[in-house]
Each structure stands twice: as structure tokens, then as C-alpha cells.
């Protein structure tokens, strides 16, 4: 399937699963999968506008106004929002709002996952109910929203047209289930989707049987009633008797909107109704109306959703690839689903053993998620697939026999391409030498055209660059990127280097403890078996595979004999000995900056916390570690605490 036909598909199955899930409140996938469909169509709409539909959901607002019901224009369209994934999504708003030279503060309330409508008041009654329909006609549904205890049918305005959401409670929605359950009826699938089909049925009485609730959170043309911003909205509508969620915040900088949604990930979790996000807005009127809207969404206003931990999907192949070491690594791949605020399309599935346990399978349905937040892994099999998992015989890049040593399969062929795909492609990466522009695509098609097979060759690249130059999707700025980026690899720290060479068993941690005891290249290049051996974390397994590596490779190291490489200052090892454990979100460093820092003082940073934990450094949400630190009376430092703390031992830090 080419590019054209994939967004033409997904133009279909976005406008089925939208009919599904605004009309006939009734969808047959996940929010999170039409969310991982609209995100992905998103992208290609970006790198391919010339293919780019007018029946695109992001031009236009999803629904149709129903039939069965009168339809109604909305004088002021019912847009949707913008959604973010990432916090970075929402820094980058923010700058853009202040590109346009604002500082704003943002009201944060939490996303309902309701049905979308709206109340007109005349004469200080209720004369109108409607639903959003596509955001320009709804449909009048009037009697439907009397029903609702919690909307007042009569305020002390005149005249207002005030907007929510309907939703109902999960404690409601498992009486309905149980109920239908005992008649034997097809039960709801989940509460948004009971509140919907509640909502429009023709009967009102069943409607009122259902016990929906509303949460308000918006009056059209508030500036009428000397209302300035939507934080006095929705104290407003508090006093008029209208319903808000009380969990709203006003947040000066986005960063306090971050920590509130931190806070609210958790906290939605002891509700009783479903939340599925944040909704952020600029709290000012004047600036919201300065910024304005787009055809389908405000300029002033995003919804931030909630990241799923766990997503189902159905494993539509198994293939494999080869590692730089040649171990062979099977990979469940199905259609991209949103995981964490990423598309995620392929899940690594270690080896045999692990698939067999799990009963893994081509066209399985799986739960997946995302292990530490960053890999893809499928967690359990949730219904079998028609065929039985086969391992491999021959290594798919060479042909060579594949050999099973232990629970692992490996190409043992060291001339195998896809090994040494690998390898360079490890080597570039920006855990290694971060050679920008040189990812994974660039350095295969590079590959087949010849300019590289070993490590050496990225550095002979140059030679080539008018040749690079007249490849298809490069050009003169994207080629010069990549040879600038090579030339200042030359002087990488030693240890990134180290580890780029992808030796078994030498990652980051190894690399810079072979460079803090030996110094330079030449010296750790002559090292022996007998010197690693002493080293704390090496083993005779690391040790045999350092030497054994650096006796097979003198010639290929020679090539770097001349680079400038730096070596990294070694602070006094005031913490040599110690075991630290990081948790939380801290604020004035990276977790990646401040592990580099312990490590540099001679701390052992590690990921779990045991009674050999010295002490951790806990920030902001710090979880199940804080915890099991307290369990086990291990100190616990904040960064502030552990600032003092190092400034105490006369260290300047």
C-alpha cells in the first residue's frame, strides 16, 4: 500500500469510527485507537499535502446532526480542540503564544468523557437543549436535557446559552450493565457511550431512567455579563446553580500546567466518572479573542490527553531482525497505536522462549505498553491467534544457519549485512555519536547504494558529497548536516565512543569506567584480562569479551588512532561506593544530567531500590520507589536536600 492509498484508507475508517462514536454512540475501537488513526493521518498530511482530502478530520469537525432529531445552526460553532500527546506539545504552544508577545495564565479543567451540548435560557427558562452534531448543526434534543437532575431548568438571567458536558457515572453505568445483565440485554460498553445513546433516545422517559448527569464549563458571549476571563466563567455559572467540576486550577506558567496534569493522572483514577484528559485555555478574553479560531479549533485552547499505559492491538505479522551482536530478535508488528503520547507500530519479543510462554502469535489480540515508558512490549496475549509461532532456520540478511546458544538465536556470519546494518546504525545513533541526520532509513539507503558497509566509511563520506548530493530527498543543507555532524564526532568523549563500537557487553556505564581507570584509547586498547578482572561491574565475561574484542579489531582501531577524543574530568569520588536511585520528576536537571553527575563523584546509579540503596533523590510524583526507599528506612534526599548535601562535603556542585 502506498502513501496516497494509506491516507485515503484512513480518511475511510476515520469517518466510519466517527460516525460510530458521535452518532450512533456505538464504536467499534477504542478512543485511543481512533486517536493513534487521527495522529498518524495527521503526520502523513504533513510530509504529503498534495494528497491531503477535504474530508480531512483535521479540517473538519467529526459528527453529523441524526435525523431523528429536529436539527438546530449553532449561532456560534461547537469546535473541537487541538489535541497533545507530550509535554513538549504544550511548551510548544506556549511559545507560540508568546511569540505573539503575550504571557498568558491558563485555566485548566479536567476533560469529560461526555457528550458535548449546549442550553439556551429565554425568559430565564430553558427553551432549547442540543447536541454539538458537527459543530454547526446539532440536533434538538430539549426534552432529553430536562431530564437531567443536576441541570437547572430555571436561572436568574434572562437570555444566555450556556455549554457542557453530559456524562454518567460509573457507579450509574455498572447498575444499568447489572440490570441489563439479569434481562439478558446486550450491555453498554462503557459509560460515554451509555450517556450518548441515553441522551438521544425518543422516548425521554428512558432518558430519564438513565440518571445522567452535567458538568458546565462555558457561557457564549460572557463578556455581556462583565465576565473577563473563564476562571470568572466558572465561578459564575457556580452561583447560577449550574454544575462545575471543581477541579479546575489557574496556572501562571506552563510548567504549573504540566505539574497539574501530573497531579490529575493519578487523581482521575479515584472518580466517579471518566476523565480522559485536560482541557488548557488561555484564561484571558481579550487574548483568546486576539488569537482567535481556526476553521476547525480555537487558537487559545488544546486538550491534553491522558497517556494510555496499556493499549489492545491485533499482531498482524512476526518478522526479525538481526542485532549488531547476531543475536536474531523476533517483532510483533501491527497498525500504529498511540502509547504514551507515541505511535508505536512494531513490539520487541526477546526470543523464542518469551513468545512460547506467552503464547504469542500472528494474528493475536495483545496488550501492549510501553516497559520504563520508552520500549514497546507486548505485556499479554487477551484472545489467540490461528497459527502457531515458528523460529527461523536461516538468518533472513545471509542465509547462514542460525545457532541457538541458551534461550538466544544468533547469526554467527561477522560478514552478515544486517549485522553490520546494525552496527553502523548503533554506532550513529544519538545514544553513541550522535551523527545527526544519519538515522536508520539514510544509512540503509546509503548501504545499498555502496558509500557504506564498515565504520570507517562514515568518515569517507566527504569524498562522496556530490555524488550525496543529487540523491533524492537530500540536496546540499541535508548533506552538509551529516558531514559537519561526522567531523565533530572526531572529538566525542572517549567513552561515547567506546560504547558506539558496539563491543558485548560494554554499554555506557562499562565505557566510562574503562576511560576513568586507563584514560586513552591507546592504554585501554592494551589492556588485559587481568586488569579488567579487578574492575567492579566487569566479570570474567566482560573482561574475556573487552580483550577478545580489541585483539581481532587492531587494524580497524588504528583508523582512529589520530581522533581528538575527550576524556572525561573525574570529580573527587566523594560518593565512590554509594548506590543511588533517582525517582520522580526533577526540576533542575534531566535524569540523564544528574546520573552523569552522581557517576562522575563515583556513585552507582541503579533503577530499583533495595536494602543496599544508600540514598535516593526524590522529585515531584515520585511513586512506588519512594515508597519501597521508606519500607526499607532508606534516606531520601529532595534536590534541594541533596544540594546541601554535597555542598556540605565542600564540593562545588
Known sequence: MNIKERMD????????????????????????????????????????????????????VQGIAVEKFKKINHKFPMLSLNNAYSYEELREFDAKIKKEGFNPSYICELKIDGIASCVFYKNKKIVLGATRGNGYIGEDITMNMLQINSLPKEIIIDEVEVRGEVYMKRSVFDEINNQKSNKGEVEFKNPRNAAGGSLRCIDYNITKSRKLDIFNYSIIEAEKLG?????????????????????????????????????????????????????IKINDFSIQNYLGFREKSPRFALAYKFKALEVETIINDIIFTVGRTGVIIPNACFQPILIAGSLVSRATLNNEAYILSKRIRKGAKVLVRKAAEIIPEVVRVLDEGISDFKMIKLCMYCGEKIHKIGNEHYCINNNCIGRKQASLIYFASKDAMNLEGLGEKTIIEFMKRGY??????????????????????????????????????????????????????????????????????????????????????????????????????????????????????????????????????????????????????????????????????????????????????????????????????????
Open 9 to 60: 484508507n484512513l480518511y475511510e475508517l476515520i469517518a466510519k469510527y466517527s460516525n460510530e462514536y458521535y452518532n450512533l454512540d456505538n464504536p467499534s475501537i477504542s478512543d485511543n485507537e481512533y486517536d493513534s488513526l487521527v495522529k498518524e493521518l495527521e503526520e502523513l498530511e504533513k510530509l504529503h499535502p498534495q494528497y491531503i482530502n477535504k474530508s480531512s478530520p483535521n479540517i473538519k
Open 227 to 279: 465576565l473577563n476571563s473563564q476562571y470568572e466563567v466558572l465561578k459564575y455559572l457556580d452561583t447560577l446553580g449550574f454544575c462545575v467540576n471543581k477541579h479546575y486550577e489557574l496556572c501562571d506558567t506552563i510548567e504549573q500546567v504540566i505539574k497539574y496534569i501530573d497531579r490529575m493522572d493519578e487523581f482521575r483514577k479515584t472518580l466517579d466518572y471518566d476523565t480522559d484528559g485536560v482541557v
Open 452 to 653: 557504506l558497509l564498515n565504520i570507517t566509511d562514515f568518515y569517507k563520506l566527504k569524498q562522496y558529497k556530490d555524488e550525496l548530493i543529487k540523491i533524492e530527498g537530500f540536496g546540499v543543507l541535508s548533506i552538509d548536516k551529516i558531514l559537519n555532524s561526522i567531523e565533530l564526532s572526531k572529538s566525542v568523549l572517549l567513552s561515547d565512543f567506546l560504547n558506539a563500537l558496539g563491543i558485548d557487553l560494554v554499554g555506557k556505564k562499562t565505557a566510562k569506567l574503562l576511560v576513568q581507570e586507563f584514560g586513552s584509547l591507546y592504554q585501554i586498547r592494551n589492556v588485559t584480562y587481568d586488569q579488567l578482572i579487578k574492575l567492579k561491574d566487569v566479570g570474567p565475561k566482560g573482561a574475556k569479551s573487552i580483550v577478545e574484542y580489541f585483539s581481532l579489531n587492531e587494524e580497524f582501531l588504528n583508523y582512529f588512532s589520530d581522533f581528538n577524543f575527550r576524556v572525561e574530568k573525574l570529580n573527587n569520588q566523594h560518593l565512590k561506593g554509594k548506590v543511588v536511585v533517582l525517582t520522580g520528576s526533577l526540576k533542575n536537571k534531566t535524569r540523564e544530567e544528574m546520573t552523569l553527575l552522581l557517576e562522575s563523584y563515583g556513585a552507582s546509579v541503579n533503577s530499583s531500590v533495595s536494602s543496599k540503596t544508600s540514598f535516593i533523590i526524590a522529585g515531584e510524583n515520585a511513586g512506588s520507589k519512594l515508597t519501597k526507599a521508606i519500607e526499607f528506612g532508606v534516606k531520601i534526599y529532595s534536590e534541594e536536600e541533596f544540594d546541601k548535601y554535597m555542598r556540605s562535603l565542600d564540593v562545588i556542585y
